[in-house]
């Protein structure tokens, strides 16, 4: 997989965290709050950063279209499962 691929997925990831909180945010009808835009490109960088990581290890997978919709969806699912995580593990300890 060359570079360009490689930061082709990485950008991806963090676009699928946005949209994933754009559509939360749409969802909630809530104003919008810059903090937890910030948090969502936050967790979004951290997916990019594991798929970055796993095309580095194994540079053997294709750059296809379905792996760039994967990256588009894993990123969508990092942002979901750390803030569910994260407001599981701070509503405990209230």
């Given at each position: 997989?060359?570079?360009?691929?490689?930061?082709?997925?990485?950008?991806?990831a963090v676009i699928g965290a946005i949209l994933a909180a754009a559509l939360g945010w749409f969802e909630s009808t809530d104003p919008f709050d810059g903090r937890k835009f910030v948090a969502t490109?936050?967790?979004?960088?951290?997916?990019?950063?594991?798929?970055?990581?796993?095309?580095?290890?194994?540079?053997?997978?294709?750059?296809?279209?379905?792996t760039y919709l994967a990256a588009l969806l894993a990123g969508a699912g990092f942002d979901v499962l750390l803030k569910r995580g994260y407001s599981a593990l701070t509503s405990t300890s209230k």
């Open positions: 997989m060359l570079p360009i691929e490689m930061v082709t997925i990485a950008v991806l490109v936050i967790r979004g960088s951290f997916g990019a950063l594991v798929l970055a990581l796993t095309t580095f290890i194994d540079p053997t997978i294709p750059a296809t279209v379905a």
